[in-house]
């Protein structure tokens, strides 16, 4: 039995379902996780290591496109305002005050 | 640095030093998944009892966990964490599958990878040895477990035990071994 008192047996019936009241205990319980961990060795049978190390780069790249995307439709905003149809009105404006002048 | 010399270096190193390198490292946060993959799956398991989706929802806790690593304050241990991720997302998962039940998917094969054991020659002639030395009744569920893949259920069945007999002899077959190649470490 470990320092936390929970037996073998206890974290057994847990993970198989039966003994649900420990939830709370092992979420909190080093030593328990301890064992879990090595009870669970080898249950996985796929590496995710690739798959997840893909998937975050991924989402970086999205993250990445995105913002790139946000740029650029900020530049061509600040385009419009500037070199745009009612930048024309302004400039026409400001050339015509200049020669009234 | 060679891909093999940088894998050893990460394995030096304990969860938090790992935690605090992967902002910069992605393959400091390969060295966490490598190391707590299987607690991942076997947390979500536990709950979903469905070993695909208990996959993806590992897979799932691994990727949210490395966003959310810059609130990791290290307060509780990284495992402990995970755990909790896990818990969340199987409970999750669960409660949608109430909510909208699919078809059951079938179990995925099981698969042994020797190649991807990254021991030397004489590390594995050691183990081996340590192996071969334990007592009968050890050896044969871990051979299944570690050699086969099989579960421990399937194990109990094959061996005629009960499971619980079986989690624990691999288990105090696991420590044995351990404690034998402790000069490996």
């Avoid at chain 1, 009870?39 to 790249?61: A, H, S």
Wanted: hydrophobic letters at 40%; a negative charge; charged letters at 30%.
């Amino acid at each position: 039995m470990r320092d936390c008192q929970t037996t073998d047996e206890r974290l057994f019936a847990f993970v198989d379902g039966i003994e649900p009241d420990l939830e709370a205990h092992v979420a909190d319980c080093d030593e328990c996780q301890e064992f879990l961990a090595e009870l669970w060795i080898g249950e996985l049978r796929t590496d995710l290591t690739t798959p997840v190390l893909r998937q975050i780069r991924f989402d970086e790249f999205l993250r990445e496109v995105g913002q790139l995307t946000a740029d650029v439709i900020g530049a061509l905003g600040r385009a419009l305002i500037e070199y745009g149809p009612g930048a024309d009105l302004d400039m026409d404006d400001d050339a015509r005050k200049s020669d009234e002048e | 640095m060679g891909l093999s010399e940088q894998k050893t270096e990460y394995a030096a190193l304990s969860d938090i030093e790992l935690v605090a390198a992967a902002g910069s490292d992605l393959d400091a946060f390969g060295e966490l998944i490598r190391r707590h993959q299987d607690f991942v799956y076997g947390a979500a398991l536990r709950i979903v009892r469905n070993p695909v989706m208990a996959q993806d929802i590992a897979q799932e806790v691994l990727v949210r966990a490395y966003r959310a690593l810059p609130g990791f304050r290290g307060k509780a241990q990284f495992r402990s964490w995970l755990y909790r991720i896990a818990t969340n997302l199987a409970l999750n998962a669960v409660q949608r599958r109430r909510e909208y039940p699919a078809e059951t998917l079938p179990e995925q094969p099981a698969r042994y990878d020797p190649a991807s054991d990254a021991v030397n020659q004489a590390l594995r002639e050691d183990l081996a040895a340590a192996i071969g030395d334990l007592p009968e009744k050890l050896k044969k569920p871990l051979a299944l477990r570690e050699y086969e893949g099989m579960s421990y259920q399937d194990i109990a069945d094959v061996l005629d035990l009960p499971i619980n007999t079986v989690r624990t002899r691999i288990l105090r077959a696991r420590r044995a071994l351990r404690e034998r190649m402790e000069e490996w470490r």
